[in-house]
């Protein structure tokens, strides 16, 4: 039944007065509440409600993540306490490792000192022979007397000490001559070079006729014979006597 039909039949049943307050308690109730406006408020209680489903899905898909995420935190906490850790380890090891190598250099240190001593030792040793062993060389293949020992010794020019392995001097037919010499345990070519850029020291000092020399244990390659070439006398320890 309409709103209209019920309204005619409201006029003929109720008097004239109660019938106007029907009317308008009718128009009231029909301005508060519509079909349409039922319907439309039904939709909006459903829409709430699949949103508020969604919303608890996604709340708890948000505390699942977040339980991964706690988690997580905790393996990486976890993870940077051994790394610190290893860290700790690393630094101790390598604090190890810098004290064992000052250690190595200590003896590093020592070990070339020892061995500089020893070929000090051993270069001596050889200039020592040559003092000896010298004078009859030089006498048998130049012919020079020796009239002052050889010897090693030091000497100043331009506020320089210029030290000499092998010095003295000697008488060959009636002049007198300096025999000039160094002694190498191990004779190389950059040996001869650098007795060789030493000449022009040796002129300064030792004016007039000089004879230079090499003595040696033994030399490498062909040093010995560029010796030859630049007029410089080669002689090996075993031509010395002991």
Do not use: C
Not at 78 to 95: F, G, P
Not at 121 to 137: H, I, M, N, Q, S
Not at 203 to 212: M, N, S, V
């Amino acid at each position: 039944m309409g709103v209209k039909s019920w309204l005619l039949k409201v006029r003929k049943v109720f008097p004239p007065e109660q019938a106007e307050v029907l009317e308008e308690m009718v128009d009231i109730l029909d301005e508060l509440v519509k079909v349409s406006d039922f319907n439309e408020l039904k939709a909006i209680v459903a829409d709430l409600a699949k949103a508020q489903k969604e919303l608890a899905e996604a709340q708890r898909e948000s505390e699942k993540r977040l339980t991964r995420l706690e988690k997580v935190v905790e393996e990486l906490a976890e993870a940077q306490k051994r790394t610190e850790e290893r860290l700790e380890e690393l630094a101790e090891a390598q604090k190890r490792t810098e004290e064992e190598l000052r250690l190595l250099v200590e003896e590093h240190r020592e070990t070339r000192r020892q061995l500089g001593g020893l070929s000090h030792t051993v270069g001596y040793f050889l200039e020592d022979r040559a003092y000896k062993g010298l004078p009859e060389l030089l006498k048998r293949d130049y012919g020079i007397e020796i009239i002052e020992p050889l010897k090693r010794d030091k000497f100043k020019l331009n506020g320089k000490r210029i030290e000499v392995n092998i010095i003295g001097k000697g008488i060959k037919e009636g002049k007198e001559i300096w025999i000039i010499g160094e002694a190498k345990t191990q004779l190389k070519k950059k040996d001869v070079e650098a007795f060789l850029k030493r000449r022009e020291v040796f002129e300064k000092l030792f004016p007039g006729e000089k004879i230079y020399l090499l003595v040696t244990y033994m030399d490498v390659g062909d040093a010995a014979e560029y010796a030859q070439k630049k007029n410089i006398k080669v002689y090996y320890s075993y031509q010395f006597p002991l």
